[in-house]
Protein backbone atom coordinates (compact mmCIF):
# COMPACT_ATOMS: atom_id res chain seq x y z
CA UNK A 1 0.00 0.00 0.00
CA UNK A 2 1.49 3.47 -0.80
CA UNK A 3 2.51 5.74 1.91
CA UNK A 4 0.01 9.25 1.71
CA UNK A 5 1.93 12.51 1.03
CA UNK A 6 4.28 13.00 4.14
CA UNK A 7 3.41 16.79 4.46
CA UNK A 8 -0.04 16.17 4.95
CA UNK A 9 0.56 13.27 7.51
CA UNK A 10 2.95 15.14 9.14
CA UNK A 11 1.62 19.01 9.06
CA UNK A 12 0.23 18.44 13.01
CA UNK A 13 4.11 18.51 14.36
CA UNK A 14 5.20 21.32 13.72
CA UNK A 15 1.95 23.25 15.97
CA UNK A 16 2.41 20.46 18.41
CA UNK A 17 6.26 21.02 18.69
CA UNK A 18 5.94 24.77 18.82
CA UNK A 19 3.72 24.12 21.97
CA UNK A 20 5.63 21.32 23.71
CA UNK A 21 9.52 22.01 22.82
CA UNK A 22 11.85 21.51 25.25
CA UNK A 23 14.32 24.40 25.96
CA UNK A 24 17.72 22.26 25.41
CA UNK A 25 20.72 24.27 25.53
CA UNK A 26 21.87 23.37 21.80
CA UNK A 27 18.58 24.13 20.35
CA UNK A 28 17.74 27.38 18.33
CA UNK A 29 15.13 29.50 19.14
CA UNK A 30 14.27 30.23 15.49
CA UNK A 31 14.03 27.29 13.77
CA UNK A 32 13.20 28.86 10.44
CA UNK A 33 16.58 30.47 9.98
CA UNK A 34 20.07 28.30 9.95
CA UNK A 35 21.69 27.34 13.18
CA UNK A 36 24.05 30.64 14.70
CA UNK A 37 25.94 28.09 15.64
CA UNK A 38 26.72 25.33 13.56
CA UNK A 39 29.61 24.09 15.98
CA UNK A 40 26.96 23.57 18.66
CA UNK A 41 24.74 21.64 16.53
CA UNK A 42 27.62 19.15 15.69
CA UNK A 43 28.76 18.74 19.35
CA UNK A 44 25.39 18.36 20.60
CA UNK A 45 24.43 15.21 18.06
CA UNK A 46 27.71 13.61 18.78
CA UNK A 47 26.77 13.56 22.34
CA UNK A 48 23.55 12.60 22.25
CA UNK A 49 24.63 9.02 20.53
CA UNK A 50 22.93 6.32 22.73
CA UNK A 51 22.78 8.79 25.93
CA UNK A 52 20.36 10.72 26.97
CA UNK A 53 19.31 14.43 27.38
CA UNK A 54 18.96 14.56 30.72
CA UNK A 55 22.90 13.45 30.87
CA UNK A 56 24.31 15.16 27.90
CA UNK A 57 23.05 18.38 28.96
CA UNK A 58 25.81 19.77 32.14
CA UNK A 59 28.29 17.97 29.98
CA UNK A 60 27.61 19.92 27.09
CA UNK A 61 27.61 23.49 29.20
CA UNK A 62 30.99 22.60 30.22
CA UNK A 63 32.25 21.23 26.63
CA UNK A 64 31.52 24.62 25.14
CA UNK A 65 32.84 26.53 28.19
CA UNK A 66 36.66 24.87 27.60
CA UNK A 67 36.31 24.42 23.75
CA UNK A 68 34.13 27.39 22.19
CA UNK A 69 35.09 26.51 18.90
CA UNK A 70 36.29 24.06 16.46
CA UNK A 71 39.73 25.63 16.15
CA UNK A 72 39.77 25.54 20.17
CA UNK A 73 38.62 21.66 20.15
CA UNK A 74 41.01 20.44 17.10
CA UNK A 75 44.15 22.20 19.35
CA UNK A 76 43.31 20.28 22.69
CA UNK A 77 45.47 17.45 23.45
CA UNK A 78 44.08 14.33 23.33
CA UNK A 79 44.19 13.46 27.16
CA UNK A 80 42.35 17.05 27.46
CA UNK A 81 39.80 16.00 25.27
CA UNK A 82 39.44 12.81 26.90
CA UNK A 83 39.08 14.19 30.29
CA UNK A 84 36.18 16.63 29.33
CA UNK A 85 34.30 13.72 27.96
CA UNK A 86 35.19 11.43 30.91
CA UNK A 87 32.13 9.71 32.12
CA UNK A 88 30.25 10.12 28.92
CA UNK A 89 30.83 6.95 27.64
CA UNK A 90 31.54 5.84 24.19
CA UNK A 91 34.79 7.80 24.36
CA UNK A 92 35.97 7.02 20.67
CA UNK A 93 32.73 9.72 19.91
CA UNK A 94 34.98 12.31 21.32
CA UNK A 95 38.14 11.29 19.23
CA UNK A 96 35.79 11.70 16.46
CA UNK A 97 34.58 15.04 17.20
CA UNK A 98 38.08 16.21 17.68
CA UNK A 99 38.75 14.82 14.27
CA UNK A 100 35.69 16.71 12.68
CA UNK A 101 36.25 19.74 14.41
CA UNK A 102 40.18 20.00 13.27
CA UNK A 103 38.79 19.37 9.45
CA UNK A 104 36.01 22.26 9.94
CA UNK A 105 38.78 24.62 11.19
CA UNK A 106 41.23 23.91 8.35
CA UNK A 107 38.34 23.48 5.43
CA UNK A 108 35.18 25.40 7.07
CA UNK A 109 31.67 23.70 7.38
CA UNK A 110 31.06 21.60 3.97
CA UNK A 111 28.00 22.87 1.49
CA UNK A 112 26.03 19.75 1.39
CA UNK A 113 25.56 16.59 3.01
CA UNK A 114 27.96 14.53 1.35
CA UNK A 115 30.46 17.19 2.58
CA UNK A 116 28.91 16.50 6.01
CA UNK A 117 29.07 12.66 5.64
CA UNK A 118 32.56 12.76 4.70
CA UNK A 119 33.58 14.21 8.41
CA UNK A 120 35.04 12.02 10.60
CA UNK A 121 32.33 10.18 12.93
CA UNK A 122 29.64 11.41 10.88
CA UNK A 123 27.30 8.46 9.81
CA UNK A 124 24.68 9.04 7.65
CA UNK A 125 21.85 10.01 10.69
CA UNK A 126 24.20 12.32 12.02
CA UNK A 127 24.99 14.30 8.67
CA UNK A 128 21.69 14.43 7.98
CA UNK A 129 20.79 16.09 11.55
CA UNK A 130 23.48 18.52 11.10
CA UNK A 131 22.13 18.98 7.62
CA UNK A 132 18.82 20.25 9.03
CA UNK A 133 19.02 21.32 11.79
CA UNK A 134 22.27 23.62 11.51
CA UNK A 135 21.95 25.03 7.90
CA UNK A 136 18.21 24.06 7.08
CA UNK A 137 18.68 21.48 4.50
CA UNK A 138 15.82 18.58 3.64
CA UNK A 139 18.12 16.16 4.85
CA UNK A 140 16.18 13.54 6.75
CA UNK A 141 17.46 12.45 9.69
CA UNK A 142 16.42 9.00 10.81
CA UNK A 143 17.34 7.52 13.92
CA UNK A 144 16.14 5.17 16.20
CA UNK A 145 13.39 7.33 17.84
CA UNK A 146 12.30 8.95 14.10
CA UNK A 147 12.01 4.72 13.21
CA UNK A 148 10.13 4.21 15.62
CA UNK A 149 7.22 7.15 14.89
CA UNK A 150 7.10 6.32 11.31
CA UNK A 151 7.02 2.40 11.28
CA UNK A 152 3.75 2.80 13.68
CA UNK A 153 2.56 6.15 11.85
CA UNK A 154 2.70 3.96 8.07
CA UNK A 155 2.29 0.55 10.00
CA UNK A 156 5.68 -0.98 8.52
CA UNK A 157 5.86 -4.85 9.54
CA UNK A 158 9.82 -6.16 10.05
CA UNK A 159 12.64 -3.24 10.60
CA UNK A 160 11.65 0.06 9.50
CA UNK A 161 15.54 0.45 8.58
CA UNK A 162 14.90 -1.83 5.68
CA UNK A 163 13.16 0.79 4.49
CA UNK A 164 15.48 3.72 5.41
CA UNK A 165 16.07 4.98 1.90
CA UNK A 166 12.65 4.84 0.76
CA UNK A 167 11.40 6.45 3.93
CA UNK A 168 14.33 9.18 3.09
CA UNK A 169 12.60 9.78 0.02
CA UNK A 170 9.23 10.43 1.44
CA UNK A 171 10.34 12.38 4.44
CA UNK A 172 12.34 14.88 2.22
CA UNK A 173 9.57 16.85 0.58
CA UNK A 174 7.74 17.33 3.90
CA UNK A 175 11.32 19.00 5.04
CA UNK A 176 11.30 21.24 2.46
CA UNK A 177 7.67 22.79 3.45
CA UNK A 178 7.05 22.29 6.97
CA UNK A 179 10.95 23.49 7.69
CA UNK A 180 14.10 21.15 7.97
CA UNK A 181 14.96 21.90 10.97
CA UNK A 182 11.32 22.03 12.68
CA UNK A 183 10.49 18.96 11.28
CA UNK A 184 13.50 16.98 12.16
CA UNK A 185 13.65 17.93 15.96
CA UNK A 186 9.57 17.71 16.22
CA UNK A 187 10.46 14.01 15.00
CA UNK A 188 12.92 13.16 17.51
CA UNK A 189 10.72 14.94 20.37
CA UNK A 190 7.65 13.02 19.53
CA UNK A 191 9.45 9.93 19.62
CA UNK A 192 11.75 10.68 22.77
CA UNK A 193 8.30 12.21 24.44
CA UNK A 194 5.82 10.09 23.45
CA UNK A 195 6.43 7.43 21.10
CA UNK A 196 8.44 5.14 23.28
CA UNK A 197 8.74 1.71 23.07
CA UNK A 198 5.32 2.06 25.43
CA UNK A 199 3.71 4.72 23.69
CA UNK A 200 1.30 7.40 25.29
CA UNK A 201 -0.79 7.79 22.43
CA UNK A 202 -3.37 9.57 24.01
CA UNK A 203 -1.03 13.00 23.68
CA UNK A 204 0.16 12.21 20.13
CA UNK A 205 -0.57 14.83 17.66
CA UNK A 206 -0.72 11.89 15.30
CA UNK A 207 -2.68 9.44 16.83
CA UNK A 208 -5.51 10.07 14.62
CA UNK A 209 -3.39 9.16 11.47
CA UNK A 210 -1.14 6.48 12.99
CA UNK A 211 -2.23 3.13 11.36
CA UNK A 212 -0.43 1.01 14.32
CA UNK A 213 -2.46 2.88 16.67
CA UNK A 214 -5.59 2.90 15.08
CA UNK A 215 -5.25 -0.88 14.70
CA UNK A 216 -3.89 -1.38 18.39
CA UNK A 217 -0.71 -3.14 17.12
CA UNK A 218 1.38 -0.52 18.36
CA UNK A 219 3.43 -3.07 20.72
CA UNK A 220 4.58 -4.77 18.07
CA UNK A 221 5.55 -2.36 15.67
CA UNK A 222 8.58 -1.73 15.41
CA UNK A 223 9.39 -5.32 16.63
CA UNK A 224 11.70 -5.42 19.54
CA UNK A 225 15.11 -6.02 18.40
CA UNK A 226 17.44 -9.04 19.99
CA UNK A 227 19.83 -8.40 22.54
CA UNK A 228 23.03 -9.63 22.12
CA UNK A 229 24.87 -11.88 23.95
CA UNK A 230 25.93 -10.29 27.10
CA UNK A 231 29.84 -11.83 28.48
CA UNK A 232 30.59 -12.30 32.13
CA UNK A 233 33.79 -11.94 34.25
CA UNK A 234 35.41 -11.72 37.34
CA UNK A 235 38.51 -9.65 38.12
CA UNK A 236 40.35 -7.85 40.50
CA UNK A 237 41.25 -4.39 39.63
CA UNK A 238 44.61 -3.34 41.16
CA UNK A 239 45.94 -0.01 42.53
CA UNK A 240 49.55 -0.78 43.02
CA UNK A 241 51.84 1.84 44.74
CA UNK A 242 55.31 2.82 45.45
CA UNK A 243 57.23 5.69 46.36
CA UNK A 244 54.47 8.29 45.50
CA UNK A 245 53.28 6.45 42.10
CA UNK A 246 50.65 4.41 40.88
CA UNK A 247 51.36 2.42 38.30
CA UNK A 248 48.57 2.28 35.20
CA UNK A 249 48.05 0.98 31.68
CA UNK A 250 48.80 3.56 29.37
CA UNK A 251 45.65 4.58 26.49
CA UNK A 252 45.69 2.37 23.74
CA UNK A 253 45.42 3.82 20.30
CA UNK A 254 42.42 1.96 18.99
CA UNK A 255 38.92 -0.20 20.81
CA UNK A 256 36.18 0.85 22.86
CA UNK A 257 38.33 2.38 25.33
CA UNK A 258 41.34 4.03 23.64
CA UNK A 259 42.57 6.93 24.90
CA UNK A 260 42.10 5.89 28.35
CA UNK A 261 44.39 5.45 31.33
CA UNK A 262 43.09 2.22 33.48
CA UNK A 263 44.09 0.19 35.99
CA UNK A 264 45.27 -3.35 35.61
CA UNK A 265 42.80 -5.53 35.98
CA UNK A 266 43.80 -9.54 36.17
CA UNK A 267 41.13 -12.38 35.81
CA UNK A 268 39.94 -13.79 39.15
CA UNK A 269 40.38 -17.42 37.68
CA UNK A 270 43.83 -16.38 37.06
CA UNK A 271 44.45 -15.25 40.45
CA UNK A 272 42.16 -17.28 43.17
CA UNK A 273 41.85 -16.11 45.86
CA UNK A 274 43.43 -17.10 49.33
CA UNK A 275 42.06 -16.96 53.33
CA UNK A 276 42.50 -15.04 54.98
CA UNK A 277 44.01 -12.44 53.15
CA UNK A 278 47.80 -11.39 52.99
CA UNK A 279 47.85 -8.83 55.30
CA UNK A 280 48.86 -4.81 54.02
CA UNK A 281 46.30 -5.31 51.09
CA UNK A 282 43.60 -2.85 51.12
CA UNK A 283 40.16 -3.41 49.53
CA UNK A 284 36.38 -1.88 49.20
CA UNK A 285 33.40 -4.00 48.21
CA UNK A 286 33.17 -4.57 44.95
CA UNK A 287 30.45 -3.80 41.97
CA UNK A 288 29.05 -5.09 39.10
CA UNK A 289 30.18 -2.94 35.96
CA UNK A 290 27.86 -3.30 33.06
CA UNK A 291 28.70 -2.03 29.37
CA UNK A 292 26.50 -3.20 26.50
CA UNK A 293 28.23 -6.06 25.54
CA UNK A 294 29.57 -7.34 28.86
CA UNK A 295 29.23 -7.86 32.65
CA UNK A 296 32.70 -7.51 34.77
CA UNK A 297 32.18 -8.37 38.60
CA UNK A 298 34.97 -5.70 39.93
CA UNK A 299 36.40 -6.26 43.16
CA UNK A 300 38.72 -3.48 44.08
CA UNK A 301 42.50 -4.08 45.51
CA UNK A 302 45.34 -1.26 46.61
CA UNK A 303 48.33 -2.87 47.13
CA UNK A 304 51.64 -0.59 48.15
CA UNK A 305 55.18 -1.64 47.44
CA UNK A 306 58.24 -0.54 48.96
CA UNK A 307 60.12 0.06 45.95
CA UNK A 308 58.92 0.55 42.24
CA UNK A 309 60.13 -2.13 39.54
CA UNK A 310 60.66 -1.51 35.92
CA UNK A 311 56.74 -0.83 34.27
CA UNK A 312 56.02 -3.58 31.57
CA UNK A 313 55.39 -2.41 28.32
CA UNK A 314 52.19 -1.21 27.97
CA UNK A 315 52.21 0.15 31.53
CA UNK A 316 53.58 3.69 33.32
CA UNK A 317 53.88 4.54 37.11
CA UNK A 318 52.40 7.80 37.51
CA UNK A 319 52.71 10.00 40.57
CA UNK A 320 49.47 10.17 42.56
CA UNK A 321 49.23 13.99 42.29
CA UNK A 322 48.40 13.49 38.42
CA UNK A 323 45.71 10.97 38.96
CA UNK A 324 43.42 13.23 39.01
CA UNK A 325 43.75 14.84 35.29
CA UNK A 326 43.96 11.92 33.93
CA UNK A 327 40.76 10.44 31.74
CA UNK A 328 39.58 7.07 32.95
CA UNK A 329 36.60 5.25 32.22
CA UNK A 330 33.55 4.85 34.77
CA UNK A 331 34.84 1.37 35.95
CA UNK A 332 38.22 3.32 36.49
CA UNK A 333 37.33 6.29 37.83
CA UNK A 334 35.69 4.72 41.14
CA UNK A 335 38.78 2.69 42.33
CA UNK A 336 40.42 6.09 41.84
CA UNK A 337 38.05 7.81 43.91
CA UNK A 338 38.26 5.08 46.30
CA UNK A 339 41.95 5.83 47.11
CA UNK A 340 40.65 8.28 48.94
CA UNK A 341 38.82 6.53 51.44
CA UNK A 342 39.51 4.39 54.22
CA UNK A 343 39.80 0.63 53.00
CA UNK A 344 39.84 -2.94 54.89
CA UNK A 345 41.70 -5.69 54.78
CA UNK A 346 39.54 -8.35 52.99
CA UNK A 347 38.74 -11.68 54.26
CA UNK A 348 39.58 -13.11 50.90
CA UNK A 349 42.26 -11.60 48.30
CA UNK A 350 44.81 -12.97 45.69
CA UNK A 351 48.68 -13.35 46.58
CA UNK A 352 50.20 -9.69 46.45
CA UNK A 353 53.28 -11.88 44.83
CA UNK A 354 51.32 -13.71 42.50
CA UNK A 355 49.56 -9.80 41.64
CA UNK A 356 52.88 -8.59 40.82
CA UNK A 357 54.06 -11.41 39.18
CA UNK A 358 51.05 -11.24 36.80
CA UNK A 359 51.79 -7.66 35.54
CA UNK A 360 54.63 -9.12 33.65
CA UNK A 361 58.14 -8.01 33.48
CA UNK A 362 59.45 -6.46 36.76
CA UNK A 363 62.86 -5.41 35.58
CA UNK A 364 64.44 -8.61 36.69
CA UNK A 365 64.00 -7.61 40.64
CA UNK A 366 62.64 -10.82 43.08
CA UNK A 367 58.85 -10.27 43.63
CA UNK A 368 59.03 -10.57 47.45
CA UNK A 369 62.13 -8.00 47.50
CA UNK A 370 59.85 -4.99 46.13
CA UNK A 371 57.31 -5.86 48.51
CA UNK A 372 56.95 -4.20 52.09
CA UNK A 373 58.36 -6.29 54.91
CA UNK A 374 54.25 -7.04 56.40
CA UNK A 375 53.34 -7.93 52.96
CA UNK A 376 56.50 -10.16 52.31
Known amino acids: MPWPPAAALLAPLAPWFDRVRRDLPWRAKDLDQPHPDPYAVLVSELMLQQTQVATVTPYFARWLDQFPTPATLAAASEDTVHKAWEGLGYYRRARFLQA ?11 SDLAGLAGLPGLGPYTAAAVGAIAF ?13 VLARLLRIEGDPKLEAASLRDWLAPALAELGPSRLTQA ?56 AGSLLLREPAAKGLLAGLWRWPALPAADLPATAPAPPGLVAWPGWTQVYTHRREAVSPLHLQLEHPFSAPKGLRWVPRAELAALPLGKRDQRLRDLLDTPGQNPLRAPDPVAVVEALGDMGGQNSKGILTAEES
Open 136 to 148: QGPTPALDGNAFR
Open 100 to 110: AAAAVAAEGWP
Open 187 to 242: LMELGATLCLPKPACAGCPLAQACRACQEGCTASIPPPTRRPTVLKSDLWLVALEA
